[in-house]
C-alpha cells in the first residue's frame, strides 16, 4: 500500500460507516475504479497481515509472559478477515435471543470472526452431538450443552 493510500485509509477508518462510504465515494472519483480495486485489494492484504501478527503475538505473550509450552497449543484462535466473512454468514441463520455472549453465531463476536470457530460450527450442523457452548463447561473444562445459537440455526434452516 502507498503511503499516500495509507494516509488516506487512516482517516476513512476512523469514521462511521455513512462517513466511510462518502470517503470511499471520495476516493473513486478522485482516482477511479481501477485505483479502488488495487485499494481494497491492499487493503484485504493488509487486514490479513494484522491478523497473522496477532496470532504470531498471542502465541509469542503465551511462551514468553504466561509460561505455556508450544507443544500446549496450536496457535490461538483469533479473528481474520476470512472468520468475519464466514461470520456474517453463519449470524444470519439465526437471531442471537439466548446465546451466550462469545457465540459464533452472534454478528461481531470473537467467536464468529474466527475461521476456525465458524468453520466448526459449519461443520457440526451435520454431527447429531452438534456445535457444544464454550461458556458452560464441566469441570474438566469440556462443553456440557449444545450451542444456543447453533441449535437455533440448524431449527431455523435444517
Known amino acids: 500500500m502507498s503511503p499516500s493510500d495509507a494516509a488516506e485509509l487512516t482517516c476513512i477508518a476512523q469514521l462511521n460507516l455513512a462517513m466511510r462510504r462518502e470517503g470511499l465515494t471520495s476516493y473513486l472519483q ?93 461443520f457440526q450442523a451435520y454431527d447429531p452431538k452438534g456445535f457444544l457452548c464454550h461458556a458452560n463447561l464441566d469441570g474438566d473444562g469440556e462443553p456440557t450443552k449444545v450451542c444456543v445459537g447453533h441449535a437455533k440455526a440448524n431449527r431455523d434452516h435444517p
Open 30 to 122: 478522485i482516482n477511479g475504479p481501477q485505483r479502488l480495486v488495487e485499494f481494497m485489494a491492499q487493503l484485504i492484504g493488509m487486514a490479513n497481515s494484522v491478523a497473522s501478527n496477532c496470532a504470531d503475538m498471542s502465541d509469542e505473550v503465551l511462551i514468553l509472559e504466561c509460561g505455556v509450552h508450544p507443544d500446549k497449543f496450536s496457535s490461538v484462535n483469533l479473528p481474520t478477515i476470512i472468520g468475519a466473512c464466514q461470520g456474517v454468514m453463519l449470524a444470519s441463520k439465526c437471531d442471537p435471543k439466548g446465546a451466550c455472549h462469545g457465540c459464533a453465531y452472534r454478528l461481531g463476536s470473537i467467536a464468529n470472526q474466527s475461521p476456525v470457530a465458524t468453520a466448526d460450527a459449519e
